[in-house]
């Protein structure tokens, strides 16, 4: 959701086909969402609810914090762009912790094969 953000006009002009790639991968997410909430238990629904809420709350104050303080495209760029990197971090913090583990204990059992190699084509596209 930030990365969709962080393409549209008013953050990062001439964007266009960054901001289409991410609007549909943002489509695409809701529809799984919607999916996973109408066939999930109770539990499920709740706890995603949460997470969801969390992260549009998030990107509220994202938006409304840039909107108050930074009043060009260039800082609204730079200070957007620094929390997509950050997060886009935190995507390839718990593979790694996973390979700590592998390096530690010798054994790839550990290691989840479609984990890795959803990681290795996601960081090669």
Not at 21 to 41: H, K, P, R, V
Not at 88 to 104: G, N
């Amino acid at each position: 959701m930030i990365w969709t953000f962080y393409d549209l006009p008013i953050v990062h002009p001439d964007s266009l086909l960054v901001i289409t790639i991410n609007g549909i991968g943002l489509a695409l997410e809701t529809f799984d969402l919607t999916i996973f909430i109408i066939y999930s238990t109770h539990g499920g629904r709740l706890k995603v609810f949460k997470i969801l809420a969390g992260e549009i709350l998030f990107v509220a104050a994202v938006v409304v914090a840039m909107l108050l303080t930074v009043h060009t495209y260039e800082k609204w760029s730079l200070i957007v762009g620094v929390l997509c990197i950050i997060f886009e971090t935190c995507i390839y913090a718990p593979p790694l912790s996973m390979m700590k583990l592998v390096i530690q204990t010798k054994s790839i059992k550990y290691m989840p094969f479609t984990l890795s190699m959803a990681s290795f084509l996601n960081g090669v596209c």
